[in-house]
Each structure stands twice: as C-alpha cells, then as structure tokens.
C-alpha cells in the first residue's frame, strides 16, 4: 500500500530536498505540505496547506498521514527574539509531534541539532533539547530524532558567518577522526536522504541520530 508524507519545513534547504526525493519515489501516493508559503510548480501528488505554524492544531483535520518529516528550524540571526525562536524550534515540532500522536501516525522524523541538551546554560542548545524530550514524551512508534553538525548546501538567503565557517570547517574536516566525526559539515541532501531511509526500514533502533550515523544511514540506499 502507498503511504502519505507530512513535511514541514519544505520551503527551507533539508525539507526541499525531502521533497524532490519524495516526489519520485514511487512509495509515495501523497506528499502534504504545511508551511507559510506556497511552492510553484509542483505536481498532483503534493498537496499544500498554507497558514500559521505557530497554530498547528488549527490543520489537525487535514494533518493525516503516514510519516511526519518535521524539517523546521530557525537561526539567531534570522530569529534575533528569544521567545519567537522558541515558538518555532520548540514549539512546531512538539505541536507536530501531538498531532501525529492524535492522528494514529506511527513514525515521526524531526530534524534537532548536535548539541542539544535539556540541561544546557546556553539557550538555543537547550530550547532543542526540550524539544527533544517532549517529542520523546509523545511516544510515537518509530520517532527518530537527527543531530546534524553544520549543514552543508546552496540556501536561497546569504548568511555570511555561516558561509564562513562553512569554509573554516572544511579546511580542517581532515582532523575530524574517530570520536569527532560527529563535528565534520554534513550536506543537507545527506539529511534528507537518510530520512527517507529510515522511515523505510525496521532495522535501525536508534532514536537519537548524530552526524556522522546520519551520513552512514543515508548511503544505505
């Protein structure tokens, strides 16, 4: 039988990659978006919902699905208020969350961040790891939560410092050996991929996914 996919975030770097993937993947019958703005161009089988995700619960009658790929995330700079960055990197994916849990949806994937930690002093690292915690809280089935390093990839904006460091971490990538091959730049397309992967197999029992298991899940095509 196909399956429907829920993607949010897909106007943004991993969840547009999520969904050209998902497009020719004939597993899929349906791809539904939730997101602010709408995308051009895209054929029959994708479906867009388009409104505020800061009230998601307003779409729970149309939030049905499958799988959830929840691709949402902002930066500082881009979100320079503390309590705007909350609502939307800790309180859309757990909104999410809630809602595939009402809905009867058995996997749900979620993109945090290397670093994250309930405990955290530093705000940003913490904000993701009560994220993390209150997806966990849900107890869906299948939840897989990735910890990506720096994402690597073309993005539509221009963020300098982030270009930069894009730049410092790949000259040094070759030092990055053993226990530190969590901390080398992954490319956004290697997120989405081993998203899709593990939302198609049994075989992988981690919940939390670091970088560099990431890269490994997702060359498993």
């Keep these: 039988m196909k399956k429907t996919a829920i993607i949010l975030g897909a106007t943004g770097l991993t969840g547009g990659l999520l969904l050209e993937k998902l497009i020719v993947d004939d597993r899929y ?12 161009g895209l054929p029959n089988k994708v479906k867009q919902y388009i409104g505020d995700l800061l009230e998601l619960e307003h779409f729970k009658n149309d939030f049905t699905g499958d799988e959830v790929y929840c691709c949402i995330g902002t930066t500082a700079k ?11 990197d800790y309180g859309i994916p757990v909104a999410a969350a809630k809602l595939a849990k009402a809905n009867g949806i058995s996997t749900f994937l979620v993109i945090s961040a290397m670093g994250a930690n309930k405990k955290s002093n530093i705000f940003y690292n913490r904000t993701k790891g009560e994220m993390e915690q209150e997806v966990l809280n849900r107890a869906i089935p299948r939840t897989s939560i990735l910890r990506p390093s720096l994402i690597g990839g073309e993005r539509n904006e221009q963020r300098l410092l982030e270009k930069i460091g894009l730049v410092v971490f790949k000259v040094i990538q070759p030092l990055f050996i053993g226990p530190l091959k969590k901390y080398r730049i992954i490319n956004a397309d290697s997120i989405a991929q081993a998203m899709l992967n593990l939302a198609n197999t049994t075989s992988n029992t981690d919940v939390i996914i670091t970088s560099n298991d990431i890269e490994q899940i997702a060359k498993t095509t």
């Design 78 to 88: 881009k979100t320079p208020d503390k309590s705007l960055y909350r609502d939307i």
């Design 29 to 40: 019958e349906s791809i539904k978006l939730f997101s602010r703005s709408s995308i051009k």
